[in-house]
């Protein structure tokens, strides 16, 4: 009974949203420092807007983050403490390549990784690494369109040798993407797409989809032949969608929803285009332009596990009245009557999670690994920058016990947990510092002021006592 005796407990981050140094040990320009706080970030994110380099009236969060660049000895040390067994953290792939088509690496940014993972391997943490956390070298937007082109997929390539020979031993967890389905939502800090007036956007995102898919497998492949010990997951914004009513309208549109979704993961976990996307392609008149060998690269080289963020379920509706009132989430979702949410609107569903769990696992029957789940809130400190966070602590719980109920009574498999920002970080959707994850407050607000000193939360005890419990003991005491 029980999590597994290795279950892998931690946190995550992604580089753009915590390392800062946007500029040092030679590190180039990327998509993600140029979505700035604010109003126009929705339209930069998701490509209605182009902001190809920073612009007066703007703030950039990403160009400081967190500073966890200069800072990351104290961060691993402080998630040492809670007793992490592994930390998520992404590379940024313009520290390594600071164009991205350069045909030797930049090793002031693969000595960093170097000493951050060895700092990990200090404190008894695994890294969970992350290679693209939606950034993208801006070269490769400028020059090549980004994903849009197949050159990308060989300057993936390289950087993925790279990566995967240099930190032989010091890694073998890794993941391709993150949320590799945001392409269709956030096209632009997705894959870097931008796209041009009058263009068929769902042909150029399902041909960069493509792009993703291949370098996704040959990356497989080359981790695999670097180190049988490696083990390569995909990873997918997850969530289930319900049908808002047992109308089988409604059932069928949530339905396709979920495809919508689960399209990048068939292709990753089974090795081929599912029939229902060969169909819905050609009805659209979407043409994938594919080289030969493509088909048998994706085939050959599927992924090890699935990993998922996990933050809410998802509801769907052929109602059009309903369909106006959907909540502020990057994914279009009908409020759920029967759900409450948080101060930004996204909606609180525990047991979404072991439904998702159980779909997936159903779906795919490979290990589970749930890589984001969290709640960002305003957190108020006192004068020591202690927080009192029983809102995260019942999150976290009730999360936890889903998953549980998910690997105890449903069987699924689950190899571990990486809480989400569990540092304070920038928001991925709005560039705000003050909606929080972290289980470590960081001084620092939306205007760039504060120390940026970290203190801990109630909630660091508590997890560290979770983790210690193995997940035994969820109680807030
Ligand atoms: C996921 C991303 O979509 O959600 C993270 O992988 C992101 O990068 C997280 O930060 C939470 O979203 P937000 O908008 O609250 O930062």
């Known amino acids: 009974m029980g999590f597994r005796e290795d279950f892998l407990w931690g946190g ?105 993972f060895k700092e990990c391997h200090k404190h008894g943490i695994e890294p969970l690494v992350t290679i693209t956390h939606f950034d993208c070298p801006m070269h490769l937007v400028e020059k090549y369109g980004a994903w849009r082109s197949r050159e990308l997929v060989g300057f993936y390539e390289n950087l993925c040798r790279v990566l995967f020979t240099r930190y032989k031993g010091l890694v073998k967890y890794w993941l391709t993407f993150n949320e590799i389905n945001m392409i269709l939502h956030a096209p632009f800090m997705g894959a870097g797409l931008y796209f041009e007036a009058g263009e068929n956007q769902e042909q150029v995102k399902y041909q960069a989809a493509h792009h993703e898919l291949v370098a996704s497998a040959i990356a497989t492949k080359i981790a695999h032949e670097v180190d049988p010990n490696n083990q390569v997951g995909c990873m997918l914004a997850a969530g289930s969608y319900y049908p808002y009513s047992c109308n089988p309208e409604d059932v069928f549109k949530a339905q396709q929803a979920d495809h919508e979704n689960y399209f990048f993961i068939d292709v990753q976990s089974r090795g081929e285009y599912p029939a229902y996307a060969l169909k819905r392609l050609e009805r659209e008149g979407i043409q994938i332009e594919m080289v030969d060998g493509d088909l048998e690269l994706l085939k050959n080289h599927t992924v090890d596990f699935i990993s998922f963020s996990y933050y809410s379920s998802r509801v769907s509706s052929v109602d059009p009245e309903l369909l106006a009132k959907t909540s502020g989430n990057i994914f279009a979702s009908i409020k759920n009557p029967y759900l409450k949410a948080s101060e930004w609107g996204w909606q609180i569903d525990p047991l979404g999670l072991r439904i998702t769990m159980n779909n997936l696992y159903d779906r795919y029957q490979k290990p589970l690994f749930i890589v984001e789940n969290g709640l960002g809130a305003v957190d108020i400190p006192d004068e020591n920058g202690y927080v009192v966070d029983d809102y995260r602590i019942e999150y976290l719980a009730a999360h936890i016990q889903a998953m549980k109920d998910a690997v105890e009574l449903d069987g699924v498999d689950l190899l571990g947990y990486t809480t989400w920002g569990c540092i304070d970080l920038v928001s991925a959707g709005t560039g705000e510092m003050k909606k929080r994850y972290g289980f470590i407050y960081v001084d620092r607000d939306n205007d760039g002021n504060g120390t940026l000193n970290r203190s801990k939360k109630k909630s660091f005890d508590w997890y560290k006592k979770v983790i210690a419990t193995n997940g035994e003991d969820l109680t807030n005491e």
């Open 12 to 116: 995550a981050t992604a580089a753009n949203q915590c390392e800062g140094g946007y500029q040092a040990g030679g590190r180039g320009l990327a998509n993600v420092d140029l979505a700035p706080l604010g109003k126009d970030r929705n339209a930069v994110i998701t490509g209605q807007k182009k902001m190809f380099q920073f612009e007066e009236g703007y703030t950039y969060p990403a160009q400081v983050g967190i500073d966890m660049y200069h800072r990351y000895k104290e961060d691993i040390a402080l998630f040492g403490e809670m007793g992490f067994k592994t930390y998520r953290l992404s590379i940024a792939w313009s520290r390594i390549f600071p164009k991205g088509d350069e045909k030797e690496p930049n090793e002031e940014g693969l000595l960093f990784y170097e000493n951050l």
